[in-house]
């Protein structure tokens, strides 16, 4: 099975001989893979909604696979640590990630591996993370259909820390790579129009000037690297 290179960058992150729940599988195209590739000592999956469970569990079928574990459940509900060490959080948003990991309580645990990918609200889920000590060891960028991703893996240390306005934007990514580059120059011109459409409105504000910290910031990051 061919995965997008969003999912391959994901499985790359994954250990071998780790137990792996893939939350919010849809196609069941990870667990799969993960599966048939020999890299896993187990795999189970999870889906919210009724017709992607369904779609998953017919392309397990199909792949002839019977030791895949599927759940129809919300996030990890139905999920013991027993079960995974390696938990997959991918394609949604970094809020509805957030609450995922609040719910499931058996993840603050510094055995257990945490790979997450946004599709909106990275920053956010950043600041998240921080907030409740998980640790990010690594972060790349992914370009997939179009889009510029960003994958996470993380561990938990317990011990909040604080990050600035640029880690918040961009974590770990740096702009030593085509895909890399791209994150970050996203981000910069996102900041830089936030900033441009409010010095036209209010420019002595809070907003304004953090914006225009970040933009100043992202371009420094981007110039070291041209």
């Known amino acids: 099975m061919r995965l997008s290179k969003r999912l391959a960058l994901i499985a790359g992150m994954v250990q071998s001989g780790s137990k792996v729940c893939d939350v919010g599988t849809d196609h069941g195209y ?3 893979f993960l599966y048939k590739s020999g890299k896993c000592a187990s795999v189970c999956a999870t889906d919210i909604r009724e017709k992607p469970y369904e779609n998953a569990r017919k392309n397990i079928e199909v792949a002839g ?35 995922i990991i609040e719910r499931a309580q058996f993840l603050r645990d510094d055995t257990v591996t945490l790979i997450i990918q946004p599709t909106t609200s990275a920053d956010k889920l950043r600041e998240y993370l921080s907030e409740i000590g998980f640790v990010v060891v690594t972060e ?21 820390y604080p990050i600035d306005l640029t880690r918040k ?34 420019k002595n504000t809070f907003a304004y000037f953090e914006s225009m910290r970040l933009s100043t910031e992202l371009k420094k990051l981007l110039d070291r690297r041209k």
């Open 30 to 32: 990870l667990p799969v």
């Open 65 to 99: 696979i019977s030791e895949i574990k599927l759940f129809l459940c919300d996030g990890l509900e139905s999920i013991t640590r027993d079960m995974a060490d390696t938990i997959i959080i991918a394609g949604m948003g970094g809020e509805v990630i957030s609450g």
């Open 140 to 160: 790349r960028a992914v370009e997939d259909n179009g889009k510029i991703y960003s994958v996470m893996k993380c561990h938990f240390a317990g011990i909040p």
């Open 169 to 202: 934007a961009v974590g770990l990514i740096t702009p030593d790579y085509d895909e890399g580059r791209a994150y970050i120059e996203k981000q910069y011109n996102i900041a830089l129009k936030r900033a441009e459409e409010l010095e036209n409105t209010d």
